[in-house]
């Protein structure tokens, strides 16, 4: 089988969001075969989630805001990529806020991020006839009374002006458009609705469950439960959730893929849980649940098993102590324990 020829040597692979939990981590793995254009405003993401990459010779690095066109000939330093000949050929589109926090703090430029941001992604696509994959989420399926995991042909029940619509509907536009590219253009794109994920490098301060526990309980403060005994969620490793995205950018399958862990934990539990890994003496306390936040959705990974033989490898305690493990140290570089 002949291989394909690259004229900078290896592809190109643009990752919008990469300065985001997810992105960095993506641009990490993707490094070690491919040329990585990073591409984030740092609306939320961090520089120091991308500072072990600056150095290496295969990565680059832009400060760009996607709601504007991205035009590769403007940035000199891409030269090296050979950037203006082979383009990219892998589009990872992540660029959004996507914490309670975030984008209720910064909803107009949510939408924006899933609406133009999402139509020049998918522009430089049909340019240079690239691989795309847009990280949707399982907020499209919003408020459902169903205890079942979720599949795919859920169509959801959003509030289009409800505290999380920026996000929620901008997910679900964002999917739309997706779509009507691959069907008008013939553009081979993915769109992977991801669940739950955590590990190494979350923001400490962005309101997530996860997060907020760890802190707390390292702090021996109470951990605050928004909700009852008895609900649940569940959580996916982050290096669990790469292999997923990459194997689905060089899949066939064109339609939505939910990826996540069918595995639901009382968050009770997962108090218990942390307060346990941590040694802490925190206590845990049930309060009535925040305007902007929904109840948690169960995957049904049938698909992502069936057409991308994966499943979640990394179990949940594991992956809590690299997590926690990683926000101790962060904790210390903010003087905040």
Known sequence: MSQTFYPSGKPNVLITGAAGFIGSHLAEELLKNNHVIAVDNFITGSVKNIDPLLQNQDFEFIKHDLTEPLDFTKFPELKKFKAELQGVQEIYHLACPTSPKEYNKFPLETLKANSHGTLNALELAKQYKAKFLFLSSSAIYGENSTSEPIKEDNRGNVNPIG?????????????????????????????????????????????????????????????????????????????????????LIKSEINTPVNIGSMHAMRFVEVAKLIIELTNSSSKIKLTAPLPYTASQLIPDITLAKESLDWFPIVSFEDGLKRTIEDMRVHLREYDSI
């Open 163 to 247: 505290p999380r619509s920026c996000y929620n509907e901008g997910k679900r536009f964002g999917e739309s458009l997706v779509m009507n590219y691959h069907l008008k253009y013939g553009l081979d794109t993915k769109i992977a609705r991801v669940f739950n994920t955590y590990g190494p490098r979350m923001k400490i301060d962005d309101g997530r469950m996860l997060p907020d526990f760890i802190i707390s309980a390292l702090k021996n403060n109470p951990l605050t439960i928004y909700g009852t005994e008895q609900d649940a969620g569940s959580y996916c490793y982050i290096d669990d959730i790469i292999e997923a995205l990459i194997r």
